[in-house]
């Protein structure tokens, strides 16, 4: 599964998608997109991938969190993310 957070308007999200859509042509899985974090911080702002085609193996969702391996605000995540980002700079 491709776990992807929507975030910004179309321009964003378009690129998020082909990100994600990339992936999914290289190693076949589905892709889940999560309006969440679209709705919850950025009211303003609305989803616009759905006046699209998209692929067919596309799951929709408007939950809080992600799995934990998917969820950039857990702690785990946090710390190996540091960890990487000053390691590759160094």
Not at 9 to 25: D, K, T
Not at 33 to 60: H, M, Q
Not at 61 to 86: G, S, V
Request: glycine fraction near 4%; proline fraction near 2%; include cysteine.
């Amino acid at each position: 599964m491709i776990y992807l957070n929507i975030r910004g308007r179309l321009g964003n999200q378009l690129f998020e998608y082909a990100c994600a859509r990339n992936l999914q042509e290289k190693f076949g899985h589905k892709i889940c997109i999560n309006t969440y974090d679209l709705n919850k911080y950025s009211p303003n702002f609305e989803y616009d991938l759905d006046k699209y085609i998209l692929n067919e193996n596309i799951a929709i969702e408007n939950k809080k969190t992600f799995p934990w391996y998917a969820n950039n605000n857990f702690i785990i995540i946090k710390i190996l993310r540091k960890n990487f980002f000053n390691n590759v700079s160094n």
